[in-house]
């Protein structure tokens, strides 16, 4: 506005020219447009619009009347700096569901204009007792439910002429998933660790889920190196026995229940440095997130070397209360065959080793003048698991002979098992090797004497080393070796 001399004012709006110290944060319409001099906010931020008014001179000023009118300008220079008010910036971000905390909005003009109020463009982000901290700074605190999405915030000021601030979008994710911590035998471990064939590997993780979030599914690796769910009776319900010995096959390694997935599991094979991992996805709020892989380290240690040499006895015949008998050997004198183990048992583990032996033929042939009788007295475990402990074995079959027989002949094939045991907490026996063997013995009764003839023999194979174990569903004890007496 203009006043003259004479003391009238006059609106200059329409002659003065405007313009932005930065375009970026505001324009503003100069001479000529409907509505010089308005200013636009482009983006949050600090800015000085400047305007240059004319002045012109005109008849009411006094001037010589010989002298045409003079031109007299005057420029005037006024400036406005301010603030556009504006969102620049949100922490935290981006926002995570099931999360609480203080929210930090920085940009600039909030000063002097009352309470804001936090305006979410969607549902499931909540704050409270917002508060203008500066010009450049709003704070409140914030909730981000389960069900909260990524959206956009406004700011507004309802006691100052609802001015708002432009939208700043809010990203919303799902937490991180947190590492797990893998057990071994309901203890966190940490590093390698030393453990042995036969051993009981019970492996569990254990992790506490952020909010919103439970567990979609988990997963260990398969063990690697050669690993088995263990070894048990025919039912699987305990340890190895006359009604059977199986292996048992490994426990599957994923699961989709929300309990916590243990895995049980037995080496036996030494072999180093062995990993075993686990990994689990959660799911919640939009979508689901995998876990970062936890992994355990094992070097596993075993007997090393081992070894087993035989040696046999003869056939014979011994008298007992109950008659004569067809002995292998004899366990008082020389047993039939005897077993001698060796091997190098791991550092810090002597364990106990132990034998275990499967009749595999079980042939007797009784003759009767012009007729034979043949029959199979069983097959399977022999007598017990296991057979023996200690690092030798001996076995001396016997057979009761019929006297209404002149002739029998004994066929019979075994393969016996070295083992080694740790002596751990549910730990099962490793198998170190095997020894297949065999032997044949034939009696003739002559005159009521029985005489051992010279057919009778015995073998056995060299040892093989391996891990393959005993199997067997059936059992043969002491004292059924032998046929029906044949009827008089």
Known sequence: MGTYHDGTVHNLSASATWSSANTGIATVQSMGAASPGLVAGVAPGAVTIQGSIRLPLDGRLPYASNQPPPSCFFTAMPTSPGNVVGITGVLPSPLVIGTTGTMTISGSGFSGKGTPTLQFSAAGISAVNPGVVNDSTIQAGYAVSCSAVSQSLTVTFPSFDNVSTNTWPLTVVLPQAPTPTIQLAGNNISGTQSVVVGQQIALSASVSLPACMNFSSQSWSNPPGTA????????????????GGQVAALPPNSTSDPLSLGYTFYWVQPANPLNMTFQYIMSGG?????????????????????????????????????????FFGFPIGTPGITFTGKATS??????????????TTNIHKLTSGSTTTTCSTGTGLDNRFPVSTGLSYSDSPATLLQPNYNEETWSLGFTTYFMWRPGLTNDIPIPLGQVTWTAFGDAVQSGGTWNVQSGSISGSDPFQAGSAYPVWTTSVSNGSSQCAPQSQ
């Open 228 to 243: 088995i769910g263990g070894y048990v009776n025919s039912a699987g319900t305990g340890p190895p026995d006359t009604t």
């Open 286 to 326: 939009f979508g689901s997130v995998s876990s970062p892989i936890a992994t355990a380290s094992f070097n596993v240690g075993g007997p090393t070397a081992p070894s087993v040499s035989s040696s046999r006895g003869m056939w014979q015949i011994q008298t007992s209360t109950s008659g004569p008998q067809l």
């Open 346 to 359: 791991p550092s810090g583990n002597a364990g106990t080793y132990e034998w275990a032996q499967l009749v």
